[in-house]
């Protein structure tokens, strides 16, 4: 058990924080996505710890992060063309890049696969952490397994209070949602993994050939082969029985009315939304990038407040919003109303 600490974003705690992570612990850190839960990438035992204070299932691979182009060259066996473009267009920033790895990264931390995910934050506080450390650091979001990402030091700390030495507290993640994650097909193509602030829209400006996979969109089978592991696994699960309700303003105004129980909650865009609806209700946003800002800080406070059925409506399927809209389908358990 440690007293776990909250740190500031000033030099001497980066450098303590640094410390701790050069001695093998594991540690709180801000992104602009989500805050992470570092290691040293190149220490299987660190990363051990990684999976034990999640309980994450040992074959769902950790992202590797980087503060400087120049470190990627070691960690991959072969860099993509297509890749490169990828870093100089959207590096810094909410994109991971599935890779062949090198030697040097541990099985461990790509979860038995050969290839691994790397990313370059564009978090100050996230680079000058990993500039200290002088090591890349592996990082899985923060959150107990099954649990919605923690966009706050406060949710890192619900989550891993005593089983974990520090957090450090960059204030709220300006994304707030995960990075977008993709691999590569052949010379030309995208295969987008996980939506996120990086939208397909975005990617098709390096090349037209983006195919969104299945997993996006899709509950998959139990016996099909995923591409990303952590597509398999249930995810951002409120205790709450959350459906989506895919429809205009006024259908979903119209359901509600007659589905409505003194149990529901209903997660919507701005109070307009339940004009003339005497239900109590979370907003999550008036546009994509709100929505995504906002999610999963709305998902924990659903339990928070002990909702028990939610109604939500139904984010944006391109841009930004796909991601809200793939994170919020998991939550619900795949449960779409559509009118
Ligand atoms: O924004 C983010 O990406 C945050 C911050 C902390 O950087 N990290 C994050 O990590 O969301 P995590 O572990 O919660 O999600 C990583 C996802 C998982 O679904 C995992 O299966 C997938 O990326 N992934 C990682 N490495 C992979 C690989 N080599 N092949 C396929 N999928 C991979
Ligand atoms: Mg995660």
Not at 207 to 213: A, C, E, K, Q, Y
Not at 312 to 337: E, I
Request: proline share 6%; glycine share 8%.
């Amino acid at each position: 058990m440690f007293d776990t600490k909250i740190l500031g974003t000033d030099e001497d705690s980066i450098a303590y924080a640094a410390k701790l992570l050069s001695q093998g612990e594991v540690v709180g850190m801000p992104t602009e996505t989500v805050y992470g839960l570092a290691a040293n990438a190149f220490d299987e035992a660190a990363v051990r710890k990684i999976f034990a204070a999640k309980g994450r299932p040992a074959d769902n691979p950790l992202i590797v992060h980087i503060s400087d182009i120049s470190q990627l060259e070691g960690l991959v066996d072969k860099i993509p063309s297509l890749a490169v473009k990828c870093a100089e267009k959207f590096w810094a920033g909410p994109l991971t890049m599935i890779m062949p790895k090198s030697e040097k990264i541990p099985m461990v931390t790509s979860g038995g696969l050969d290839t691994v995910g790397i990313r370059m934050p564009s978090h100050k506080v996230a680079r000058a952490l990993i500039s200290a450390c002088g090591f890349p650091i592996a990082a899985p979001s923060a959150n107990l397994s099954g649990s919605p990402s923690p966009t706050t030091a406060q949710h890192v700390l619900n989550d891993m209070h005593g089983r974990i030495p520090a957090i450090i507290d960059g204030g709220a993640c300006g994304v707030g949602v995960e990075s977008t994650v993709i691999s590569f097909e052949g010379e030309d193509g995208i295969r987008l993994l996980r939506p996120g602030f990086i939208s397909a829209e975005d990617l098709m400006e390096i090349t037209p050939n983006v195919l969104i996979d299945k997993g996006v969109l899709e509950k998959l089978g139990e016996n099909v082969k995923v591409r990303s592991p952590g597509m398999k696994y249930k995810h951002y699960a409120p205790k709450a029985d959350v459906t989506i309700i895919d429809s205009s303003l006024e259908a979903f105004r119209e359901y509600v009315k007659t589905h409505a129980d003194n149990d529901t909650t209903l997660m919507v865009f701005t109070d307009n939304d339940c004009e003339g609806l005497d239900i109590p209700h979370i907003c999550y946003g008036a546009n994509d990038e709100e929505q995504a800002k906002e999610l999963f800080d709305v998902l924990r406070e659903l339990d928070d407040i002990g909702a028990k059925k939610v109604y939500a409506r139904c984010p944006n399927k391109d841009g930004v919003g796909l991601a809200v809209y793939n994170r919020l389908l998991r939550a619900a358990g795949f449960q779409v109303v559509k009118l």
